[in-house]
């Protein structure tokens, strides 16, 4: 791929960000989480800004993606889910601010999805779950999967819903989420081809949760 993928919207300190992994700087893929630095106006979007994210302790880690922006603390990532960890990138460096010491027994790897979103006394993110295999022509190929995660304020995992599917398809991939007054809006991606906006009540959205 070329450019900036699964781009999440920021707003941090006053400023636009969209936020994704850029995999075109070398000729092998290396993967990097970015920040852009956007301005929207008559004309357009413009970037302002470009910021490429260190990896915290693995230097030489080959692809790093899916951080998840806090949306209210400015430029702090859930880097990895399960162990929770959190990650701070101070414009230069990025540190480990939290790791959890325990695991869930979940039969698949959790991986990062949407911004983390703080609604009431809790966050939330919309997660992915994926079943990796070979195809008939022994090409990659999965099966992409949701899930709701709710942490409580010391970024611990509480609750979170079954995997489910939106539209059915292989391939789904969330990377938006935001609570307006009493729903949720998820936005996602449908085999790397279309994205969609799904509106839920807010209620609905907590009935998920286990």
Same mark, same amino acid.
């Given at each position: /791929?070329?450019?900036?993928?699964?781009?999440?919207?920021?707003?941090?300190?006053?400023?636009? &960000?969209?936020?994704?992994?850029?995999?075109?700087?070398?000729?092998?893929g290396t993967g990097r989480?970015?920040?852009?630095?956007?301005?929207?106006?008559?004309?357009?979007?413009? %970037?302002?800004?470009? $910021?490429?994210? +260190?990896? +915290?302790?693995?230097?030489?880690?080959?692809?790093?993606?899916?951080?998840? +922006?806090?949306?209210?603390?400015p430029f702090h990532y859930?880097?990895?889910?399960?162990?929770?960890e959190v990650v701070y990138?101070?414009?230069?460096?990025?540190?480990?601010?939290?790791?959890?010491? $325990?695991?869930? +027994?979940?039969?698949?790897?959790?991986?990062? !999805?949407?911004?983390?979103?703080?609604?009431?006394?809790?966050? &939330?993110?919309?997660?992915? %779950?994926?079943?990796?295999?070979?195809?008939?022509?022994?090409?990659?190929?999965?099966?992409?999967?949701?899930?709701?995660?709710?942490?409580?304020? %010391?970024?611990?995992?509480?609750?979170?819903?079954?995997?489910?599917?939106?539209?059915?398809?292989?391939? %789904? /991939?969330?990377? !938006?989420?935001?609570?307006?007054?009493?729903?949720? &809006?998820?936005? /996602? !991606?449908?085999?790397?081809?279309?994205? $969609?906006?799904?509106?839920?009540?807010?209620?609905?959205? $907590?009935?998920?949760?286990?």
């Open positions: /791929f070329v450019g900036l993928e699964d781009a999440r919207i920021v707003r941090w300190d006053g400023k636009l &960000y969209i936020c994704g992994v850029r995999r075109d700087l070398d000729t092998i989480m970015e920040l852009s630095e956007i301005e929207i106006t008559d004309d357009g979007v413009k %970037e302002i800004n470009q $910021y490429r994210i +260190p990896t +915290p302790v693995d230097k030489n880690s080959y692809c790093e993606k899916n951080w998840m +922006p806090i949306l209210d603390k859930v880097k990895w889910m399960n162990p929770v990138f101070n414009g230069t460096n990025t540190h480990t601010v939290k790791l959890n010491n $325990y695991t869930l +027994p979940l039969i698949k790897d959790l991986r990062g !999805g949407s911004q983390v979103v703080r609604i009431g006394n809790n966050y &939330y993110c919309v997660a992915h %779950e994926t079943n990796l295999w070979k195809n008939r022509l022994n090409q990659k190929d999965a099966t992409y999967r949701h899930k709701i995660v709710q942490f409580d304020l %010391e970024f611990n995992i509480t609750k979170y819903s079954d995997e489910f599917s939106i539209m059915d398809g292989l391939i %789904e /991939f969330s990377c !938006g989420l935001a609570n307006i007054g009493n729903w949720v &809006y998820i936005t /996602f !991606g449908v085999e790397d081809n279309v994205a $969609y906006a799904l509106k839920i009540s807010l209620s609905h959205f $907590y009935s998920l949760l286990k």
